[in-house]
Every structure is written in C-alpha cells, then in structure tokens.
C-alpha cells in the first residue's frame, strides 16, 4: 500500500511540474523611449549633468511628477579616477 501511494505521489508530482514547464509566448520587451526630460545641458558634459541633479534634489517640492529618463545617455568624466 505505501508503495502504491509513493507512486501516486511521483506521478502527481510529474503532472504537476509538467504543467508548469511554460512555453508559452513571452511579452516582447518594451520599446525604449525616445523623448527624455533631461536637458541637453545635462546631457553635454559631467559639469551639467551635476548642475541639474544639484538642481533636482534641491527642489522644493516632494509631489513632483517624475522625471522621463528615456534613451538619455549621461556624461561620463574619463579623466577622474574613483577609488572604491
């Protein structure tokens, strides 16, 4: 008797984690945004990116909508080195 039931049970089992195998289509990825709320100052060089970010966490009001990041690629300064 407990052998039949051990075998109920790994057969349950299988059916079980044979339905969950998926297939299924996956959601293709969001398309990235084009448009972005950053100003092209930030954008230039790694001084304006700080003035604007300077800018941003200084602002008055915490119930600001929030900022659309999009394909915005930010200002890299190669010529400082940052230690860890």
């Known amino acids: 008797m407990k052998k039949l039931h051990a075998i109920a049970l790994l057969g349950a089992a299988a059916l079980v984690l044979t339905a969950c195998g998926g297939g299924g289509d996956a959601p293709a990825p969001a ?23 300077n800018a941003q966490v200084n602002a008055p009001s915490d ?15 190669d010529s400082t080195e940052t230690s860890l």
């Not at 119930?63 to 300064?77: K, S």
């Open 31 to 53: 398309a990235p945004v084009a448009s972005t709320d950053i100003p092209g100052t930030a954008t230039a060089d790694p001084a304006g990116l700080l003035v604007f970010v």
């Open 63 to 77: 119930t600001a909508e929030p900022l659309l990041v999009g394909d915005a690629v930010l200002p890299a300064d």
